[in-house]
């Protein structure tokens, strides 16, 4: 019998404003990665996305992740579509290799910016560089694993989990069996259902969580929200 290459899509329901939000800002990346080329000051798009997240992140955590983020929203939508989508490995989730990758990432960045000198389209130049380098990484690993692996180590993902600790947190009650149909529409993996607690309600770590809101409009026994 013939192995199947690809693990079978699980259909779901989502918030179909998610979505549309998710197309247009997609539509960020060619303005960026390919008109930059020709303006390079367009690079400064993404400085106005950072300070965008930063703003967001204070009120609702990684919510532009879920919704906004124009690297993410491809990955979801389209490279989802050829994604062979194997099951997201423990090491990206590991503390040590987000900071290890957050480190390194940073550090050329700020390394770039130096050697520009100060030169407007010279910096915007390097934010357009740091987008291109992440997603040629993140198209690498989406193509065999979950699309949107690269948001499980993702530099500013993860600097905006740590610093929305206890913000819109996702609430586990104890009314959650424990079914993974969470994980199953979680776009990284989270498994909600595995902090639940059995007195009282339980957390999903802020850096863990999109906001996307797929598990909380899936979950059977209505055990999640925010």
Excluded at 38 to 44: D, H, I, N, Y
Excluded at 135 to 162: D, E, H, N
């Amino acid at each position: 019998m013939q192995t199947k290459k690809k693990e079978k899509k699980t259909k779901f329901e989502e918030i179909c404003c998610r979505k549309n939000s998710q197309l247009l800002m997609a539509l960020l990346l060619p303005v960026v990665i390919i008109g930059g080329y020709f303006c390079p000051r367009l690079g400064f798009i993404v400085v106005g996305l950072i300070t965008i997240f930063m703003i967001l992140a204070s009120k609702r955590g990684r919510f532009y992740c879920g919704w906004l983020c124009p690297m993410g929203s491809f990955h979801e939508r389209f490279l989802s579509k050829v994604s062979f989508n194997k099951p997201i490995l423990p090491v990206f989730k590991s503390s040590w290799f987000r900071w290890l990758l957050f480190t390194l990432m940073m550090s050329l960045m700020v390394f770039r910016l130096y050697m520009t000198w100060g030169d407007p389209e010279a910096v915007a130049g390097v934010f357009r560089m740091m987008w291109i380098l992440s997603m040629s990484i993140a198209i690498g690993l989406g193509f065999y694993f979950k699309p949107r692996i690269w948001c499980t180590v993702c530099p500013m993902g993860s600097f905006q989990g740590v610093s929305s600790i206890g913000v819109y947190m996702l609430t586990v009650e104890d009314t959650c069996v424990q079914c993974k149909k969470c994980q199953k529409v979680c776009p990284i993996s989270t498994y909600p259902g595995g902090y639940r607690q059995d007195e009282g309600p339980g957390y999903v770590p802020s850096i863990e969580c999109l906001r996307c809101s797929n598990c909380v409009i899936n979950c059977p026994k209505k055990a999640l929200h925010f």
